[in-house]
C-alpha cells in the first residue's frame, strides 16, 4: 500500500457510498477548486436525523496522513457494520455492539481530502507544500493561500489581535510559513465547502479537523487563553480589539462556557485514551492556543463561533487531532496512525451516539457585532 492520491480518495468516497447504500449519502460540495477539482463528502449512519461528527482530512496539502486515515476510518466501519463485527487497532478494540451504536445513534461527516489541489502538488511537485493553489502572478511560493488561516473567525489578525501577539498567520502571499490567510474571510472554495456542510446539516453538533504532526488533540480556542466567567470577553466584542493573542495576560481571554469546557475535555480524553490503547502513544488534550500558537481563521474555532454569532445555528464543538510524528512517515508507520485516529474518532462517535437529546441550540447573550 501507499498513499492515496486525489482521484484514489474521491473514488474510494464514491465506491464506499455505491456498496453501502443503506448507510451512507455522498454529498457533492459545491465549490470546484482553482484547479477545477471536486470534493465529496461521505455520511455514515443509517439515521441522516440523528445528530453528527464532521470529520476533516488534507486541509494541509503535506499532512499525508489524514484523508488515508478517514477514508480507511470509513471502509472499516462500514464493513464492520454489514458484517455484525467488531474493529481491532492495535490493542484497541471496538466491540461489534459499539460500531452498532455509532452507525444508528450517529453520523459520520467524512469530508477525507478538503484541499486536493495542495495534496496533488505535494505528492508531485514539492513535498512540503502546505497551502491550497490559488493563483498568484509572482508564482512560486506566492500562490496559495492556508486554508486553516481562512475561516471567518477573527480573520482580520491584524485589526483584531495585539500588535504583538504571535498569531500564526499572514497578510503577505509570498509569506515563507506558507500561512498566507488570503484576500478575505472565506475566500477559498476549500473553506467555503466546509462552510457549506456546517450551514446545510445542523446536525453536526462536532467538528474533528486532522491534521499533522505534534501529536496532540486541541479543543477551542485557539485565539487566546479561555476563561468560563465573563461573557464579555469574546471575539465579538470591538471593546477588546487590539488585545487579543498575549499569554498570560488577564487584557483578554476568550470565553469558553465552562460546560462545553467541560465537554471538550471529556471527549478529548476519551480520543486520548483509545490512542494510547492502539500502541502506547500519548496524545495530550490541550486547548489549542496552549497546545501550538495563536490561530486566526482556523476551522475548529469557526466551528464552535457560529452560533455565538447567530444563536440560531447549532453549536458544534471543536477539535483539531495533530496526529503522528511526521507530515509523511514511511506507510507502515503510517498504518499505526491510521490505526490511532480511527481508534479516536470511533471512541468520540461512540460517546456521542449515547447522546440521544435533541437540545436546542444555546441561546446566545452577548455584546458585539460580527
Ligand atoms: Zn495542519
Redesign the pocket.
Known sequence: MAYLNVDEIETALQSLAAEYPELTELIELPHPTHEDRRTRCLRIGADPDRNGVLLLGG??A??WVPPDALVSLAADLLEAGTLGTGLVYGNHQVPAERVQQVLEGTNLYVFACVNPDGRRHSQTVEPMW?KNRRPHPAGGICTGVDV?RNFDFLWDHTALFHPDADVATSADPCDRRQVYRGPSAASEPETRNVVHLLDTRPGIRWHV?V??FVPVILHNWGSDEHQTTDPEQNFRNPDFDGLRGIPGDTAYREYLPAADLDDEVALGTAMSDAIRQVRGDEYPVTPAFGGLYPTSGASDDYAYSRHFTDSSRSRVLGF?I?CAHSFQPPWAEAEDVIREVSAALLALAAEVAERTDREEPASVDQKGTS
Request: net charge negative.
Open positions: 486541509v494541509h503535506r499532512e502546505r486553516n479537523d491534521h499533522s483539531t495533530e
